[in-house]
């Protein structure tokens, strides 16, 4: 019985120490609330004492009341305004009326009328104690309110703003080295940020500013090494011009020079005639032996051919697209059959298009011996080099010799009466030929294209008779005019050319 009344006992004092632990719990988190929990406030919470707004004492005031007074404010003093912005010997004008007011003072004022009526009882406290003690001043930024403010300074901007451009490659095909890289040009930015704060800034103590627009340099930042390592000599080639006259040197080397520094952008077209120009004195060129229709005459510019021809091979080498070379009507002796580009103003052209990626760069020079060009551009893939190889195939027969009636007293010098003879000129054979472009990879040939078929045509003989009749009693002096055949041509004749042909005349590969 004793131990049933102590157990009840117990019961009754375990459920007073509970009934007390709750209603501590209880009041412990009503008091957590208070200070942890946030209050939002209400719609009627005023501006605490100390606050202003743009110099405004908003004290008191609810937020519709302080929109109303510093909407005012901002509209008087709007015509006061008046805005510089400078750049360098540019200048922009604005007044207050230039912009629209916005009303966008709400969305400010809603924030600032929040301090010292949200968050927990702690933070309250705090906010309304430091706003009693040092005030609470707040300035509506005008960026905020002057409407228009931000399109105005993208529109000066596009007037300032440069975008900036990698260094260029200079060539120079006299100089050492040869390329180099220009400085190139930076970005400039206005940094929109800083111009926006400095015009706040200002327009807070004074109405009349004026503004240096504040800008970003930015510099091209690019690999010159990688930019110039990516250029190398793709084709270099030479023929020689030691037993020429003094002025058969000068215009070859004369057109040559005007190559000499060009360069040509991926695409472009290009004719030998237009960049050496017309074959006349005045632009520097001379008289010499020139071929007209199988046969040497006198002309001015006479040797531009060997020119072209140099040029020509140098581009097959460099792997350069060529769209019109032709042949001479004999054959040069400078290259190979089928690697000869005849040249004639009006007539005959050398074209070529640059079919690469990236410019090409020429440097051409002579001594007295030889001329050269040398092509300059993006490298070849690892391994790769390119030969040219000709192809001598058949000799084509000459008719001998053809009799021509001096009918317009032509070489009277010569010959004056029917029977007399003078040779113009003796027949010459002509040759087929083939012109081959070689692709190579680590010294293996790995593919190998026609891109010349070439008929160098056999020249008739051509001797001139007198057209006069003898007068009685005269006779004629012996004639010493031998008259050649038409040419007969064997399997040995071919083979006798062959072996000439490639004894004589240099290989078409000239690195």
């Known amino acids: 019985m004793k131990k049933e009344k102590s157990k009840e006992k117990k019961k009754k004092s375990s459920g007073l120490y509970w009934g007390i632990g709750t209603a501590i719990f209880a009041v412990g988190l009503l008091l957590f609330c208070q200070f942890y929990f946030v209050d939002n406030g209400s719609a009627n919470d005023t501006f605490l004492s100390g606050t202003t707004v743009n110099g405004i004492d908003v004290s008191g005031m609810t937020q519709s009341q302080a929109e109303n007074v510093i909407s005012y404010s901002l509209l008087s003093s709007r015509s006061d305004i008046k805005l510089t912005l400078t750049y360098g010997d540019k200048k922009w004008n604005f007044t207050g009326s230039d912009f629209e007011i916005k009303d966008e003072v709400g969305p400010v004022l809603s924030e600032v009328i929040k301090v010292g009526h949200v968050g927990n009882f702690l933070q309250r406290y705090k906010d309304q104690n430091r706003v009693k003690k040092q005030g609470l001043n707040v300035n509506v930024s005008y960026k905020t309110v002057l409407g228009g403010l931000e399109e105005k300074i993208e529109q000066i901007a596009n007037e300032i703003e440069l975008q900036g451009e990698p ?122 032996n020139v071929i007209l229709n199988g046969a040497y005459v006198k002309g001015i510019g006479g040797g531009v051919c060997q020119a072209s021809t140099t040029l020509y091979n140098a581009l097959v080498l460099a792997d350069i697209e060529v769209i019109e070379a032709n042949h001479h009507s004999i054959p040069a002796s400078y290259v190979p059959l089928s690697f000869d580009a005849m040249v004639s103003e009006g007539y005959s052209d050398l074209v070529f298009r640059n079919s690469l990626e ?103 003989g051509i001797i001139v008779e007198g057209t006069a009749e003898l007068g009685e009693g005269m006779t004629l002096p012996e004639n010493d005019v031998e008259f050649i055949p038409p040419q007969k041509v064997t399997t040995t004749t071919t083979e006798t050319v062959r072996a000439k042909i490639e004894k004589e005349r240099p290989s078409a590969y000239n690195p």
């Open 167 to 288: 260094p260029q490659i200079i060539f120079d095909p006299n100089a050492d080295p040869m390329f180099t890289l220009s400085e190139g040009k930076k970005s400039i930015i206005v940094d929109r940020g800083k111009l926006l704060s400095l015009i706040d800034k200002n327009l807070e103590t004074e109405k009349n500013v004026q503004i240096e627009i504040p800008i970003i340099e930015l510099p091209y930042e690019i690999d010159e090494n990688a930019i110039l390592s990516s250029i190398t000599k793709r084709s270099s080639f030479s023929t020689s011009y030691a037993t020429s006259s003094a002025e058969r040197k000068n215009n070859v080397a004369r057109a040559l020079n005007a190559f000499n520094g060009q360069v040509f952008s991926p695409g472009e077209e290009v004719s030998f005639n237009n960049i050496t120009g017309a074959r006349t004195e005045e632009n520097g060129y001379k008289g010499a």
């Open 358 to 460: 990236a410019p090409i760069y020429f440097k051409t020079y002579y001594d007295d011996n030889n001329v050269y060009v040398e092509i300059y551009g993006q490298k070849f893939e690892e391994g790769e080099t390119i030969k040219t190889r000709a192809e001598f195939v058949k000799v084509l027969p000459h008719s001998g010799d053809k009799i021509i009636a001096d009918t317009n007293g032509e070489y009277a010098d010569k010959v004056i009466y029917k029977g007399e003879y003078y040779r113009v000129r003796y027949p010459r054979e002509g040759y087929e030929s083939r012109g081959y472009v070689q692709y190579y990879k680590n010294n293996e040939l790995v593919e190998e294209k026609e891109i010349r078929h070439d008929l160098y045509l056999p020249q008739d």
